[in-house]
């Protein structure tokens, strides 16, 4: 079945929300709901991430509350279809402070171009 471009990023947007374990509310970020394994999400994200497994040992996968390891962040393949679609309906923000292009949507969620992958975090459900 082909999708749409808003139909991929919508439904990759439900995947990472449902893969942070988290469905956040704007009124109130830790909305805890049913998790999903990490070989749920693994099975769910295959054809879009290059790096699925929560344990693979990645440099530059930083710690904290909004990282990979918790959820928050999702790594995704970069493409025509994805890069065009960022770029067109998010805000360039600005490079971060390691000099890669950030991009953020309305509801507060970042994409950045990290090379050969965009690297997504989601502080909402929201895209």
């Not at 394994?37 to 295959?46: E, I, K, M």
């Not at 290059?50 to 996968?61: C, D, E, F």
């Not at 600005?94 to 990290?114: F, L, T, W």
């Amino acid at each position: 079945m082909q999708h749409s471009l808003r139909q991929r990023f919508t439904l990759l947007a439900a995947t990472a929300a449902a893969l942070t374990g988290l469905l956040l509310a704007p009124a109130s970020p830790a909305q805890a709901v049913t998790k999903l394994t990490d070989a749920q999400a693994a099975s769910q994200l295959s054809a879009s991430a290059p790096s699925t497994s929560r344990a693979a040992p990645r440099p530059a996968h930083a710690s904290g509350t909004y990282s990979h390891w918790n959820g928050y962040k999702v790594d995704i393949s970069r493409s025509t279809c994805n890069d065009n679609y960022i770029t067109s309906h998010y805000s360039y923000i600005g490079p971060r402070g390691d000099g890669y292009p950030m991009y953020q949507a309305a509801s507060g969620n970042r994409y950045v171009n990290e090379g050969n992958h965009w690297d997504i975090t989601y502080y909402t459900c929201g895209c």
